[in-house]
């Protein structure tokens, strides 16, 4: 029976809903272990695991892969509230759920729902998966007893990706967002932005705003006056060749 069938109307906006696929999560050394211990076949200790790193790594992405091939309710961080966890494990009595992930785990308000659902978790022996911007153990929490849960919770990191894969990660963005950049303007780009996620999925943003606005291609004069902050001081002075404007 379909989750949202037996969890009810009150659960449904939390029922997990696919948007990323194995298949379009691009591998590197940068969410190796990330990858070997959420989709691999060792076991996580107390059947918890988190993962951890800075916006845009890819988090959300191998997270959402993870609650699809599990059949895992797919919760969100800043929305959970004690009310829902109480739901959801009363609905896990009739349903037989035996899967949730958090994403935006510290981004909950409410450190007594956060703790309510790694008890229900591990005394219904539900598989739990979370994802935050910080490991566990240095999430700013006050209560000891989720101090405590926290600080045994297996974290791997998802470090910064490497060249070849913010590439990647920019070009899908903006496919995305059906954002048109020329090749010359996209490289001139790449060159220039900083090495991470976080100010991919920013460039990204403002080009879709630029584009909007205008109605045009982006070109080098529209990333920099959109970008100005992101790319070097003398970005704006440098002379490129014909075609690269």
Known sequence: ???RDTIGQLV??????PRFTRAGFVAAPSNAAARAWLLGRTAWPD???AL???RGCGKTHLLEIWASEHDAVLLSGPDLTR???ARLFGAQRRSGIMAIALDDAQGCADERAVLHLLNGAREHGMALALAGRAAPARWPVTLADLQSRLRATMAVEMRQPEDTLLRIVLLRLLAERQIVVAHPVLEWLLRRLPRTAAAMVEVAR???HAA????RPVTRAMAIAELGDLLPPD???ETLPAGEA
Do not use: E, Q, S, Y
């Open 1 to 3: 029976m379909p989750i």
């Open 12 to 17: 449904l906006p939390f029922a997990h809903k």
């Open 47 to 49: 059947r918890r695991l």
């Open 52 to 54: 951890w790193g800075a």
């Open 83 to 85: 009310d829902d966890v």
């Open 206 to 208: 403002r080009l879709d």
């Open 212 to 215: 909007l606005a205008t109605g």
């Open 235 to 237: 970005a704006a002075c």
